[in-house]
């Protein structure tokens, strides 16, 4: 997102619980989404605020309601207060199955707490994000390297570029009424999504190998989810929570979701962006 705005020439301020190297159009705040004084800052005369931040994993559950339902509370009650009038919130494919994780759940009540604050909103509900410095998918691509990539039950799914989202999240901004009050579900393009065999082979021929994709039923990815607690605690990327999701047969997005060719179309092509995010993987030591 921020390497994009710079690319447009778009200023920010964002909020940040680290110190950060100073970088020409963005204007730092410290602190995170329950710091009161800090929000205010972060919204002051601003022309719209994008609310990116969220948990998506934790080890206790209570941490998906602490961070994505009352952080967002707090955020929309600073613009309110601030009077800034728009509102884009990213939430997640997975508000669309609430009952699945609480996870899911937690993004679908944030969405209602958007939908409920008064503001100029529009939220959008992404897919699996691939690309630089994602380490979600990475786990697939570590696989790969030994020609095996496991994947939950037979299903599909859709999949978006970050560097598509970052220009997504910028083209709704500014106010406008073909995105005005919309809940967006935005991917690659590709009709009906991947296969998750597919999408695993896509993932092995980015990195080169012709890989083995087994399809493992949701006892065993319970049983793999206890053992990557047991083994990694708080640091687990395969959580029962992950599971209930995961195991979930459709995650496609939705035709008459998409925003209107007029404000974005995606632009990267994924069998191209895997293997770019191949290449990023190595040249950063991450494979």
Not at 232 to 243: E, H, I, M, W
Request: charged share 25%; net charge positive; hydrophobic share 45%.
């Amino acid at each position: 997102m921020l390497e994009e705005a710079a690319r447009q020439g778009i200023t920010l301020r964002a909020l940040t619980r680290r110190d950060q190297n100073p970088r020409d159009g963005i204007s730092w705040v410290r602190g995170d989404l329950h710091d009161t004084g800090a929000l205010a800052e972060l919204v002051k005369g601003a022309d719209a605020v994008l609310h990116i931040a969220g948990v998506v994993n934790t080890p206790d559950p209570m941490g998906f309601h602490v961070g994505n339902v009352e952080g967002t509370e707090q955020l929309v009650a600073a613009a309110r207060a601030a009077g800034v009038n728009r509102f884009v919130f990213v939430s997640s494919l997975s508000a669309r199955e609430p009952g699945l994780s609480v996870y899911g759940k937690s993004k679908r009540h944030a969405e209602e707490v958007v939908q409920t604050s008064g503001l100029d909103w529009t939220i959008i509900r992404p897919p699996a994000i691939y690309g630089p410095r994602d380490k979600e998918i990475l786990e697939l691509f570590r696989a790969a390297r030994w020609g095996v990539v496991p994947m939950p039950p037979a299903g599909r799914a859709s999949v978006i570029h970050v560097h598509d989202l970052a220009r997504l999240l910028l083209a709704v901004a500014p106010p406008q009424p073909a995105a005005a009050q919309r809940i967006f579900e935005v991917d690659d393009g590709r009709p009906g999504g991947w296969s998750h065999r597919e999408l695993a082979t896509a993932i092995g021929r980015a990195m080169g190998r012709k890989v083995w994709v087994p399809h493992l039923p949701k006892v065993l990815l319970l049983a793999a989810a206890r053992l990557d607690t047991l083994f990694r605690n708080g640091r687990a990327k395969l959580t029962a929570d992950r599971v209930g999701y995961m195991a979930h047969p459709d995650w496609v997005c939705r035709p008459e979701q998409v925003p209107p060719e007029s404000i974005w179309q995606a632009r990267e092509d994924t069998e191209a962006g895997l293997a770019a995010t191949a290449r990023w993987y190595r040249q950063q030591g991450w494979l």
